[in-house]
């Protein structure tokens, strides 16, 4: 089975720092997808970024972009420029190109001080 | 938003009641899911629906059961709850597709004393 590994349980940046947030994954296919999530205190589930494993361009949207080493089997998302909305729980997730469900990692709570 | 709701948004019950969650899409999405999130697990899959009364279970699917009868609902039933399930739950919808977003609804706090 898939697994999505968070090892950073909490995190902290100062305003307007930069800040990355590493995920690891075991699978052994080779096309899949990656997403993070944030989840503000709203609980709101919110889509950050999302790549495409066979795409070897990492995935970048405004303030937020991917690190993607396929063969090391990393994810991790780089926040530029971070802002105090920044501030949430992130979750790393995957999911099989042939597949509908989502594997989420435990996620990692950042903290951004002003 | 995505058009998806769920009800209710909070409850307590007791152990041994049986309990209903509801989650209802607007989207005409084919796939709907219910989540389960507690401190130190992420999110976990309980049962998804890839269709109208096509349900699959997921990874932690012992105690629940879910139903499907038309495409915009979807219902978690908790058929003697323990304090065990004590968590907050997710509806998300999604279309066919690897790569599409999974949308999600605002959750459920469910307490089983």
């Known amino acids: 089975a898939q697994t999505v590994t968070q090892s950073q349980p909490e995190m902290s940046v100062q305003e307007a720092e930069t800040v990355t947030l590493s995920c690891t994954y075991d699978t052994s296919e080779s096309d899949y997808y990656l997403f993070w999530y944030k989840q503000p205190p709203s609980r709101q589930m919110i889509l950050v970024i999302r790549?495409?494993?066979?795409?070897?361009q990492n995935a970048t949207e405004n303030r937020f972009s991917v690190n993607f080493q396929k063969a090391a089997k990393s994810f991790s998302l780089k926040i530029s420029d971070s802002q105090l909305g920044d501030a949430a729980m992130y979750f790393c997730a995957y999911r099989e190109t042939s597949g509908s469900r989502l594997t989420f990692g435990e996620g990692t709570q950042l903290t951004v001080n002003p | 938003d995505a058009g998806i709701t769920q009800s209710p948004r909070h409850k307590v019950t007791e152990t041994g009641t049986p309990v209903t969650l509801r989650c209802h899409q607007t989207e005409n999405h084919r796939y709907m899911y219910w989540y389960r999130q507690d401190p130190g697990h992420g999110l976990r899959l309980i049962h998804y629906s890839y269709g109208v009364k096509d349900t699959d279970k997921g990874e932690v699917s012992d105690g629940y059961s879910v139903s499907r009868s038309k495409t915009e609902d979807f219902l978690l039933t908790l058929e003697s709850a323990t304090s065990s399930q004590t968590s907050v739950y997710f509806c998300?919808?999604?279309?066919?597709?690897?790569?599409?977003?999974?949308?999600f609804g605002p959750g459920t706090r469910l307490t089983v004393l």
């Open positions: 998300a919808i999604s279309g066919q597709g690897a790569g599409n977003e999974q949308f």
């Open positions: 790549q495409e494993a066979y795409k070897q």
